[in-house]
Structures are given as structure tokens and as C-alpha cells.
């Protein structure tokens, strides 16, 4: 068939295509570039190497929520649950944590080794994650409704356990929240900076997520329930099997997130991260996250932890109000979602 | 612009990204005919209409209706100005009536600004009379079959009043009795002066109904011209822009062993002791009217619903399949009727599309080898000649056909030794039509056994080598190619001479 277009004007049409193509895929993080370079500009203290660490310490807890809730969005479902499973692994670790000797120790004279409070954290977390599965893929529960008698019972939980802080922690196992790693970073007239654990921990996880989803079956599988439910279960996928694991890995890694939280305060508070869950779930909406499932990346759910970290940091530097913080932060979701519609139309 | 013409559409382009839909298209149509626009899937006919309609906006061109030059930027103007849509998707709100859905967004008011539900049921049972439509205005839109459904959408469109009436391919979900019907509350519209566009890609219809026809073909103005003044070959030119004749017929296959043996299936209420055999090599149709228990057969076969009683033998073991997992595990593969609904993943690229059933072939301590589906993504590619930009394109911005191709392919890759094909040709372009029926004869070459449901008789006669007739949930009857006609077929799915002529296929174990 003759065309009548010339080779040159395919060619320009296609960069242009391209060229769009990128910026839709891009934007966000030119809007984080932009962030930074703004704070860069109207604060002094912002880009001092401590402030900077600080703001990705801030986001590390977030952040490891962030990457299981991306993965439960993917497949169209939501996890309403994080922060009260995370309080309820912090307040079990940090009870098997206590200096011997304590005086207010939930086990007095119980000493085990740092690998026992960190373990039983993550299989809290895994076990509550396994029961949202279970309920959504078994029992076909909304995971709305699932995750949501979660948050309430682990939260219940939580202040059963123990209904005022387990503190008194181990130097070791507060090392894991406070702690530094490859000291070299050179301050002058002060010790030289190093990398947070949480970082490190945030960092691992997060590459270790992006491989899984891009590089695994069990990951492909995730963006197809998400894609099409009906078509995967067609195609053979166990889609009951593969959202029991999904919502599990959000469970962990809503008990690490506790165990980093809790050795970073230095106590396990059967209160800590009340609607962490929602700023999770913001962070991977930001990043391009599709509630409507299919949709998902671990870099953008990073980048949009980062925007709302600079952003906190930012106002905080600027002397905004918290009040005027939580009303920016709102607002930066909802753009964000229309921004993301407009993308697929 | 002449007197006569109420539509006039110029020079209308519109792009999505990575695809240009439309270039200058140009559309007349004249006052108070019938007037068919055909084309192969992608050729742009819907998203012309869909512009029509107010839900796209054109990237230029403009529209001239009833003598006014008019902008449509939302379907609510196009009603205004006495343009409705009869949408191929249909679109029900399925927990209201039938009532509801159809004055929606115009309901009759009473006392206080409150609905009047007395008046509402009133006129929607007039308007349904008057069309001879046999539903009940408080049935629950849910509840009605698809024909129903679709006529319902048909009374609601005509319930505009209406000056010009786009139909997109309105006849894709509803049996030959219900498209005379219909036929005949067109004829009865153009009567009164109403002028309808009509989208298809049955042949026959447009001969019967259409006065005008255009061809559009990659988003271009092929031709229009008179009904009269065409035939069959010189349309499907057009549209394909090449010599094709419609239907590859099957070629030879030597038969091998049966592979796949159902007895007395049964799920009760819906399909009831369905028995038959099927060999490698071997094409068996399964024909029959809609909501005759065809797709409710092979889904059962395929574990996506629990039999009642029954069993499935394959390859000469007795086999018990829970999930669509067992059946693929047992060398089953199953192309759904619905690609949308159950078929493509939309928001994912070609790539996943393509390799999601088979990715454990893939795996390399526990990762996936890319590279390796990178290369069978373009091997298959080029063996199904699937038209798409790269791997990365998302599958839902592919035409019909193509999408079709992905996921014909998706099968393949899962070397399957029966093929379950509902309907695979439904809603895809001549061309694609005819490469997926030349796969089909090659396939069975290759000692595949194939189940083909398909509501198209020439279809079913051209490419079985069986049929297998359904009729209310049983085996109407199973025919040989050789033995039967089209009126044949229609009698056994009507339940019409099931002693006489039909040869029940004697069932040994």
C-alpha cells in the first residue's frame, strides 16, 4: 500500500512519539528532580549530607510498607493492615529484646540471642499477611473488608500484649534502627557519616521486589491477576495461591518494617504507625501505581516515598505547620491520580 | 452538501498514542436510507462513530448534520441534536430494570421532583410492545440473556427518537430470529424517515438490509457506493485491499487416536449427558443457538466449572480436572469467547500476554530467561504475523484480530494436544479470519485435535471435519461433515427432527 508520508516526517513524528512516551513515563521523577532542586534553593540546610540522610532514614519504614503494598494494588487488591501488624511484630520482638535485668521486662530474665526478636517479627507479620490471603482468595472476601478487620483485631492484639511500651532494648538490637554502616563520609568537626541500616535494609529489599517482579514467574504472574483475574485463572495461574503470597509478602514486610521502627525508637509501642498504611499507599499511588491493578512499578513506589520524605523535610525546613504539611501531602495524591488518569486516556 | 444528505463528516483524522486511527476520512450519508460502513477490524469504523457520538474528539475535521456545521464533544450533545448509539460493548447497569437502564438520565418525574415509577414501567412497556420485544420492564437488567440485553439496547436507542441511529455491529450477540426482527424495526424506522448507519462484518446482512455502503480500510475512505452496485468479492476487496476469498476450508488431516473422550457430562441444569469422541487431526464444531449449553460444555471440560456427574477421558485415562491448571497440565487449551472479558491482560504489553500460560518453560533457577522470550516472542511474531510495534506495546491499543493472533499464540506455546476454540473468529477482520482458519488446518496437520464452537454455519460447515449440534443443554446431534446442510444444523439446534435425520453417534467405551 503506497504512503504518502516521507521517511523524514515519520521520523520526526516518531521522536515525538517517543519523546512523549518518555515523558509520560517519566514524569514523576522529573517532579521529584524539581522538588529537590527547589528545597536545594530555598532552604540552607536542605542538602546538607546529615538532612539528607535523614530524609531517606524517615522514609525507610514507609518505604518497606510501600513495596508490599505496591504488589497487593498490582493485583487490584489494597492493605489496610500495615501499620497495626506493625505495631503488633514490633511489640512481640521488642519483648524478646529486653536487657536482662529490666525492670519492667515482659520476661524477666529471658536472654536470647538478637536473631529470635528479629525472626519472630517477620513471621508475625507473614502470619497476619497469610490470614488477609486466605480470607480474600479463599473465602473471597473484599480485601478491603479483610484487611480492614486486620487492622482492628492486630491493633487489639497489639495492646493485649502489652498495653504500655516494652522498653529497656538491647544495644544490639537497637543497633538495626540507629545504627550506621561504611563509615567514610567525612563531615567537617564531626564523625564521619555512614549509610542507616534501615537504608540498607529499604535498599535490598526494594532491588530484591523489582527483580522478583520483573525477573520471576511468580512476579509476571502478580501483574497478570492484576491485568485479568479471569484470564490468568484461564491461563492456569493459581490465582488463590499467588494473592495468598502476595498479601504474605506485605505482611513480612509490614513485620520488618516493625522491627526497624521499634529498634529505631527503642521500644516497641503497641501504638506506633497509626495510618502508616495510608501514607503507603500514597507513596505507591504517587509512583504511578494503578488502583485499578496491572499497573506498578518498585522504582516509581520509591519515588514517591522520596516526594513525600522531601516534602515533609522541606516544609519542616520552610517552618510550614504540620497542619498545612497533611493538607500539601493530600492534595499531591489526588494531582497525582488525575495525573495518572489523563496518562490513560 | 446536498438536500438529501443529513450526515456530513470531512476530513476527520484522530490519533491514539502509537496508532493513527483515522486520516481525512470523509462520510456522506444520505437522508432517511440505510447505510453500512464496513471495514476490517482497525480499519476505524468504530472510533469514526465514536466521534459521531461525542466520546472522541477529532484531531481535525469537521461535521455537518441536518445542513449545521456542529462540534459533539459529549454524547449527551449528540442525543440533543437526534443522534443515538447502539455501542458494540454492550453496557448494561445490571442491578437496575430494564425499565431504568433504558430512560436513564431522563426518567419521568412526579409530585416533589420524585420519580414517577408507574409512568416509567408505562412507557417502557409501550415502547417494547410497539417493537414486539418480549421483556418485562421490572425484570432486573442482570437476569436477561445476552439477546435480551441486546435488544434492550436496541429499544433504548430507538426510544430517543431519534433522527440517525449508529449501530455497531448490533447483531453479534443475537440468533438469526432475533436479526429479523431487528431487520425488520429498521425497515419499519426507515419508514419513518429515520436514517440508520449500520457497522458489521457479515456479508449477508448488508446485502439484505443496506442501501448505501462505505468501506473504510486503515483509517481511510475506501470507497461508497450503492448496494446495488457491489457484490460479496468486490467488498471483501475493498476491504483487504487484495483478492482473498472469505474462508480457507480445511484441508486434509490423516485422523489418529482419539485423545479426548466425554461422557455423559453433566452440570445440572445447563448441560445435560453430553458424550462425544475426539481424534487427532480431527476439527469438531460444535453448533448450536445461543444459550444452548456450547461454551457451558467446554468450560466444564476445561475445570472452570464443577461437573455433576460424568466423566473426561483423556488419552485413554480418566482424568479428573478441577482448575483450568489440571486441564492445561493434561495438554488442554482453551481460546475464550469473550478476548476482553477473559482473554487479553489490557494494561500488560504483548510480551506478557504472550508468555503468561507457559513462563515455567522459561525459568532458569528460579529466574526468567528474557533473552530466550524475547526470541520466541519474535518467532512467534513472524509465524502468526502479528502486526504490533514491539513487545512492549500494550496489548489493548492492538486491532481485534491481532490481539487475537497473541493469544492464539499464547496457546501454542503451551503445545497443547487439544485445542478448544470458542468462537475464534467472532469480531476479527477477513483477513485475520482466514490466516486463524489456515492455522487451524495446519494445526490438525500437525496431530492437534480441535473443538471449535462457532455461531457462524458457513464457518462450522467450511472448517469441521464433525459437527456436534447443542440443543437446550444436550447433544442435539453429531454429524458428519459429508451428511449435512445449513438447514440440517438448524433443525437439530431447534430441537426440529431429532429422531429422523439425525445419526446419534453410537458411544463405546
Redesign the interface.
Known amino acids: 500500500?503506497a504512503s504518502t508520508t516521507t521517511p523524514q516526517a515519520l521520523d520526526r513524528s516518531f521522536n515525538r512519539?517517543w519523546f512523549?512516551?518518555f515523558i509520560r513515563k517519566y514524569a514523576i521523577v522529573l517532579i521529584f528532580i524539581a522538588m529537590f532542586v527547589g528545597m536545594t534553593f530555598l532552604t540552607d540546610a536542605f542538602l546538607q549530607p546529615r538532612n539528607l540522610f535523614n530524609v531517606v532514614r524517615q522514609i525507610s519504614v514507609v518505604g518497606l510498607i510501600a513495596i508490599g503494598v505496591t504488589m497487593v494494588i498490582i493485583t487490584t487488591g489494597i492493605d489496610l493492615s500495615s501499620g497495626s501488624v506493625l505495631a503488633l511484630a514490633a511489640v512481640f520482638a521488642a519483648s524478646l529484646a529486653q536487657q536482662p535485668g529490666w525492670h519492667d521486662a515482659k520476661y524477666p530474665g529471658l536472654v536470647v540471642p538478637v536473631i529470635v526478636p528479629i525472626l519472630v517479627a517477620l513471621a508475625v507479620g507473614a502470619l497476619c499477611g497469610a490470614i488477609n490471603g486466605g480470607l480474600i482468595a479463599r473465602f473471597k472476601i473484599p480485601a478491603f473488608i479483610a484487611t480492614l478487620g486486620m487492622m482492628t483485631v492486630a491493633r487489639g492484639f497489639a495492646l493485649l500484649y502489652s498495653n504500655r511500651p516494652v522498653s529497656g532494648l538491647t544495644d544490639t538490637y537497637n543497633f538495626i534502627g540507629q545504627g550506621e554502616l561504611f563509615k567514610i563520609l567525612p563531615i567537617p568537626g564531626q564523625p564521619p557519616l555512614g549509610i542507616p541500616i534501615p537504608v540498607i535494609i529499604l535498599a535490598l529489599v526494594a532491588v530484591g521486589a523489582h527483580?522478583m517482579l520483573n525477573?520471576?514467574?511468580f512476579g509476571?504472574?502478580i501483574?497478570?491477576i492484576?491485568?485479568?483475574e479471569?484470564?490468568?485463572?484461564?491461563?492456569?495461574?493459581?490465582v488463590g495461591r499467588i494473592k495468598i503470597g502476595v498479601y504474605t509478602i506485605a505482611g513480612l514486610l509490614s513485620g520488618l518494617a516493625g522491627l526497624v521502627l521499634s529498634s529505631r525508637v527503642g521500644s516497641g509501642q503497641p501504638g506506633l504507625a497509626v495510618g502508616i498504611e495510608l501514607d503507603a499507599i500514597a507513596a505507591a499511588v504517587i509512583g504511578g501505581t494503578?488502583l485499578?491493578?496491572?499497573?506498578g512499578t518498585i522504582w516509581g513506589t520509591i519515588i514517591g516515598a522520596l516526594i513525600i520524605g522531601v516534602l515533609n523535610n522541606g516544609l519542616d525546613l520552610l517552618n510550614v505547620s504540620a497542619y498545612w504539611q497533611t493538607i500539601v501531602k493530600g492534595s499531591i495524591i489526588v494531582v497525582a491520580v488525575i495525573i495518572d488518569e489523563r496518562k490513560n486516556r | 452538501m446536498s438536500e438529501n444528505d443529513i450526515l456530513l463528516m470531512e476530513n476527520i483524522s484522530k490519533s491514539f498514542p502509537g496508532v493513527k486511527a483515522l486520516s481525512d476520512v470523509n462520510l456522506t450519508v444520505r437522508k432517511g436510507t440505510i447505510h453500512a460502513l464496513m471495514g476490517e477490524n482497525g480499519a476505524g469504523k468504530s472510533t469514526l462513530m465514536k466521534i459521531l457520538d461525542g466520546i472522541y474528539t477529532p484531531d481535525n475535521g469537521q461535521i455537518t448534520f441536518q445542513g449545521q456545521p456542529i462540534t459533539i464533544d459529549t454524547t449527551h450533545t449528540a442525543l440533543k441534536l437526534g443522534i443515538s448509539m447502539i455501542h458494540q460493548e454492550l453496557s448494561p447497569i445490571p442491578y437496575m430494570t430494564v425499565a431504568e437502564n433504558i430512560f436513564l438520565g431522563r426518567e419521568p418525574l412526579g409530585k416533589y421532583g420524585l420519580i414517577d415509577k408507574r409512568k416509567l414501567n408505562a412507557d417502557t412497556k409501550a415502547l417494547l410492545n410497539r417493537l414486539e420485544i418480549d421483556v418485562n420492564p421490572t425484570s432486573i437488567m442482570k437476569d436477561l440473556s445476552v439477546a435480551n440485553t441486546q435488544m434492550v439496547e436496541i429499544a433504548k436507542a430507538i426510544s430517543y427518537d431519534a433522527s440517525l441511529i449508529v449501530m455497531d455491529e448490533p447483531t453479534s450477540a443475537i440468533t438469526e430470529r432475533e436479526v429479523a426482527h431487528l431487520f425488520r424495526m429498521i425497515r419499519s424506522l426507515k419508514k419513518k424517515g429515520v436514517t440508520i448507519i449500520y457497522i458489521t462484518h457479515k456479508m449477508d446482512e448488508v446485502f439484505q438490509i443496506a442501501d448505501d455502503i462505505t468501506v473504510l480500510r486503515d483509517g481511510k475512505h475506501v470507497a461508497t457506493l450503492p448496494a446495488s452496485q457491489t457484490n460479496k468479492g468486490h467488498l471483501i476487496t475493498m476491504m483487504v485491499g487484495r483478492e482473498l476469498t472469505e474462508m480457507f476450508p480445511k484441508e486434509y488431516a490423516p485422523f489418529g487416536e482419539v485423545v479426548l473422550s466425554v461422557r455423559n457430562l453433566t452440570r445440572e441444569g445447563i448441560v445435560e449427558d453430553v458424550s462425544f469422541d475426539l481424534r487427532r487431526g480431527e476439527i469438531l464444531g460444535i453448533a448450536g443457538l445461543m444459550g444452548a449449553g456450547r461454551t457451558e460444555v467446554i468450560e466444564t471440560i476445561f475445570g472452570i466449572y464443577k461437573l455433576d456427574a460424568g466423566e473426561i477421558i483423556i488419552k485413554g485415562k480418566k482424568t479428573q480436572i478441577n482448575t483450568p491448571a489440571d486441564a492445561i497440565k493434561n495438554g488442554m487449551a482453551l481460546l475464550t469467547e469473550d478476548r476482553k472479558l477473559t482473554g487479553i491482560l489490557g494494561v500488560l504489553p504483548v510480551r506478557d500476554n504472550m508468555m503468561i500460560a507457559s513462563l515455567s518453560n522459561y525459568e532458569k533457577r528460579g529466574f526468567l530467561n528474557k533473552r530466550l522470550i524475547d526470541v520466541t516472542c519474535k518467532q512467534e511474531k513472524g509465524r502468526l504475523d502479528i502486526k504490533t510495534p514491539s513487545m512492549d506495546q500494550l496489548i489493548k491499543f492492538l486491532s481485534g484480530g491481532n490481539q487475537q493472533k497473541v493469544l492464539v499464540s499464547r496457546w501454542l506455546l503451551t503445545s497443547p494436544d487439544i485445542l478448544i476454540l470458542d468462537e475464534p473468529t467472532r469480531g476479527i477482520d477477513v483477513g485475520a479470519k482466514a490466516e486463524i482458519h489456515k492455522l487451524m488446518s495446519k494445526l490438525a496437520q500437525d496431530g492437534k485435535a480441535i473443538i471449535m464452537i462457532s455461531s457462524e454455519l458457513p464457518e462450522i460447515l467450511g472448517m469441521s471435519d464433525r459437527i456436534l449440534v447443542m440443543h437446550e443443554g444436550r447433544v442435539g446431534g453429531i454429524f458428519e461433515r459429508k451428511d449435512v446442510t445449513q438447514e440440517s444444523i438448524m433443525q437439530a439446534a431447534t430441537g426440529h427432527g431429532l429422531d429422523a435425520q439425525v445419526r446419534q453417534e453410537k458411544v463405546t467405551v
Open positions: 500500500m512519539e512523549n512516551a527483580i525477573n520471576t514467574r509476571r504472574h501483574y497478570a492484576g491485568g485479568n479471569q484470564a490468568a485463572l484461564i491461563s492456569g495461574l493459581n494503578s485499578s491493578g496491572g499497573v
